[in-house]
């Protein structure tokens, strides 16, 4: 168990029997992706976490960037990070063969993202500039495609996404960096932005910022918003030039320190060149298109630190001997090992069954997007659905309850989990970041409540209602059918919820049905994990009819798991129905000037 | 609201109109603590924090402490806080009058804790040498009184408490550091010391260890262990002489850093002596006599920074525009203020409703405290009976809850949360070590369903919910009576778990009845946080008859959080229940082997 990480056990247990993802090569735009390639997907994954990333996730903490002089110094190893992601074929993994990339299954690549993610969250730099690529693939037009594409692929040069401004952070439709036309149909932009992850560093030979700013004289508010690619060296005439994009300062972080967050001038001696991607107005528009991928990255970056948490406090609970049984006192007796502890196999279980269930939630969204990608008419249709409703729930569960499983991670340890010798601390300041990245929880809550739940006439749910209902169907054994009946109950008290604050919704303005869209979210979110439980436990039961050898823990594992869920997690929907139940609007008629 | 990290007037409302503590000066004890006295000791604190602890948080958390050769450098503002709080006799508040004290209340000392560590967790220093000095005086000799209390009282020394080593962290059972007898009385000291937090800095003229150690020939386990006095200077003919105490590392903590914790080598020369306090093989009862203290002490920290996080996210929330109502989201019209948005109200009242109330049942249990020292006969049991049952209380819902507040805060401001411009990110920091200090949550779990619950017959518990129904049949009002109605399921439902728990201690081995002995913590938290919210409510509601001016948003903030605490918290309670009133005895029967 010795400096584990992640269990490449664990991940091929949901890719390969849980989702069966090798069954994706019927469609032709999978077909390369056959057991075989899969398997060597992820031990090359595993290979290069182990090599280049695992190794330095403490000292990049500790020996974060450093600005001087407009230069950010980055610790050397990113420059080998980040070409070794490149050099693998991993930022352009899921993209498709005739734009450079490899048509990669997200769910397959997904799963390799959370192995480099548990291993060095400063792997989010080459999947940053994925993103950005994306967008530029999506919507820019042939010559920006060439031009950038490659060398961001490769990861020569670095790609950033600059939403954020001082003025407006989660409200983008206030962003006020402006873009002016210029007659070679270029834009010169002037602005500020901030919290720019990944914004400056010397480990690449350029950066480019895809920037959201306002053409002059464009609409207020969200329409008047447009998508432009602003690089901070761009193409002179043979040579690159300065594009007049500079670093103010970084900000001093919690946590991810490796992972530079920067704030960034445009334009300050006027002479900072963006090109549009897209089309006029359409920016925010446009990137939403891709904001289910980005949110499903940062549930898996989440999932990814809570794994490592969990085999952290796990190996130390294996090795540290500490007190005794109550029930045998014996102070001339050797100590016992803390995990022979009931409450500190509590706090593994727990995290084992937070970090694995939101895994396997991941991969079901991800083999979800999958299936949008290659699949036609309904089936493609129905994919979509689903990973719209299930969107906010992958990312806001591995987040918000990572958090709570780092924390449980640092208890085990007790005193030891407060110092930097060990990796917890760290991890619970590196994953605290990720229910605020890519829209708060309070904007995932009130998207899941007050747009998912409802699309298509409420048609996204009915089809995880029908997904739960086979998952229940199939866990018909004696012992698997008290959680699938637990479940269903839970299933059927999250309908009447939802029933409930609908009902709100057709009334009273609608400040007053999202008023607890958090809380909602929350419910929502343990019912979902409770049915990837008892999905991997349906699976899990089968496969321990002929295993062997350490499989036999492994599945029984799974099963131990499963129980605790039910046991401890589904639970907390009681206070939380209680509550959601309740339209006293206590918080939303709440006079501020009471909360002093 | 600038730069606000606690309420005087919260305070004030507590110790003067909740618990009345200047009636405690009808004991001859307290009888200088009259109403202006309370009033001008509040105000010393609140100037005291404001000048030599607040200004200094966040640079005392950049500057850590350095260790060189054997030399800790501390920031220089240490010196100037430790010497501020020994002039302003803030050390020796607590003591008798004969023996340099000034027999201040508890209650009133720790109402000044709590404004200290809200401002600055490094007034730790201070007080740690306070509970050191306390053990000298209630079990050291007259010489040794004379020799180390004045200086430690002063703040000329520092003191420790020495009982943390490697092989034993909370199993103080197992500590192997040893003494040799010595032919003029003394010891010699042989051993290593972890986490020994203010062990080594150079802001004091000496440190004394208050050491737990083995004399040699000792029996095994915590029968034979001693508690020592361990300078690192001691008196020499005519000059002092080091002591062989060596400091051989510093601790990296996730927080606190200003607050060093010391890796310490005893006796490395062979030349390190220490001298016994109170009788041999006593030391651990001994120092468990003054653990109730200690452990209001850390509980009183938590809700200190509980409640500096809660004013730095309310003065966020009302600077800082963001976003518009639902509905009306007319993008030309200014952005609307974050503490207008339900979901940040709720995080609000969240963090209000937590640190206030945990400030009210340190006093609460203070208030115990002092009437144990004043009072006599069956006043002064029930008292210490009370005291016993609620200090892991006391000590584990500040911490633990602490740290969801904080992280509250966090969410509050978004990205700035996780910076380190804003104090919040700090303060999540530095509170994560308090459900460790002292006793860990386990540990405090088990204190108190294995050992408070049932105190002499069960009659501590007995005495709670006499007082707990006073409090209940005081809030008779139409407003209150729905929550006290609801306390009064909440208790009754904590009555039958703790009939049913009690049950199984008596058929089955210790371990079955305390497997969930942290959850049965947890869920008497609540209640009896639910408990002092009503007691505040009561006095709130009376007081705002007669309300002018600021007072009127200030009574009526009590019954808001009182509100919310009933509607959001309170319902958690259903959850508990369900595990705690199963005995499927699933983690202490679990394979340790399955938690892979």
């Not at 299933?491 to 029933?499: A, D, P, R």
């Amino acid at each position: 168990m010795s400096n584990q990480y992640v269990s490449l056990r664990n991940i091929k247990f949901i890719l390969n029997e849980v989702f069966n993802i090798e069954e994706l090569n019927q469609y032709d735009y999978y077909q390369d992706y056959d057991a075989e390639a899969i398997k060597m997907t992820l031990d090359a994954a595993k290979q290069l976490a182990d090599i280049e990333l695992f190794p330095f996730r403490m000292e990049m903490d500790k020996q974060k960037p450093k600005l001087k002089d407009g230069v950010v110094t980055a610790h050397p190893q990113l420059k080998k990070i980040i070409k070794a992601l490149g050099d693998g074929g991993w930022i352009s993994a899921h993209a498709p063969y005739d734009l450079g990339g490899q048509q990669m299954p997200l769910s397959l690549q997904n799963a390799s993202l959370y192995m480099f993610y548990a291993a060095n969250v400063c792997a989010a730099y080459a999947f940053l500039t994925e993103g950005a690529a994306n967008l530029i693939l999506s919507f820019g037009n042939q010559e920006l495609k060439d031009y950038y594409i490659p060398k961001m692929f490769s990861g020569e040069w670095q790609g950033t996404m600059a939403l954020t401004e001082p003025q407006a952070g989660s409200s983008l439709s206030d962003i006020t960096t402006t873009a002016y036309p210029q007659p070679d149909g270029s834009y010169k932009i002037k602005g500020q932005k901030i919290y720019i992850s990944g914004g400056e560093h010397d480990a690449v030979d350029n950066i480019i910022h895809l920037t959201l700013a306002r053409i002059e004289g464009a609409p207020a508010g969200t329409k008047g918003i447009s998508l432009f690619v602003v690089p901070k060296y761009r193409q002179g005439e043979g040579e690159m030039v300065f594009n007049d994009v500079t670093c103010a300062g970084l900000f001093g972080k919690m946590g991810q320190k490796g992972y530079v967050a920067a704030q960034l001038m445009f334009g300050e001696s006027d002479d900072c060149r963006g090109w549009l991607v897209g089309e006029e107005n359409r920016g925010l528009a446009n990137m939403f298109q891709l904001m289910n991928e980005a949110r499903i990255a940062t549930g898996t970056m989440a999932a990814g630190i809570a794994s490592a948490s969990y085999y952290a406090s796990l190996k130390y609970a294996h090795e540290r001997p500490q007190g005794r049984h109550l029930s045998d006192k014996d102070v001339t007796k050797p100590q016992v090992l803390i995990i022979e502890h009931a409450d500190v196999k509590r706090m593994l279980l727990f995290q084992k069954a937070i970090s694995e269930g939101s895994l396997a939630l991941l991969i079901q969204c991800s083999h979800y997007a999958d299936i949008v990608v290659a699949a036609e008419g309904e089936e493609k249709e129905n994919a979509h659905l689903l990973l719209e409703l299930l969107t906010p729930i992958a990312k806001t569960y591995p987040s918000e309850m990572g958090i709570q499983s780092t924390n449980a991670g640092i208890q085990c340890l007790g005193g030891a989990g407060y110092c930097d010798d060990f990796p917890l601390e760290q991890l619970a300041r590196d994953i605290r970041i990720n229910a605020i990245y890519e829209g708060t929880t309070g904007i995932q809550g009130m998207d899941l409540l007050g747009r998912k739940v409802m699309l298509k006439g409420g048609k996204a749910l009915q089809l995880l209602l029908a997904e739960v209902q086979a998952t229940m169907a199939a866990a018909n054994s004696e012992t698997l059918q008290p959680y699938s009946e637990e479940l269903a109950k839970s299933v059927q008290v999250l309908g009447g919820i939802t029933q409930y604050l609908i009902g709100l919704a057709k009334t009273e303005r609608p400040e007053v049905f999202l008023t607890d869209a958090t809380l909602y979210l929350e419910f929502f979110g343990i019912v979902v994990i409770g049915w990837q439980w008892l999905k991997m436990g349906v699976v899990a039961e089968k496969a321990l009819e002929n295993a062997k050898g350490d499989d036999v823990n492994f599945y029984q594992g799974k099963l131990a798991a499963l129980k605790f869920y039910f046991a401890y997690e589904i639970p907390k929907l009681r206070g939380l129905k209680t509550r959601l139940m309740n339209n006293d609007r206590l918080t939303l008629d709440m006079n501020a000037d009471y909360i002093n």
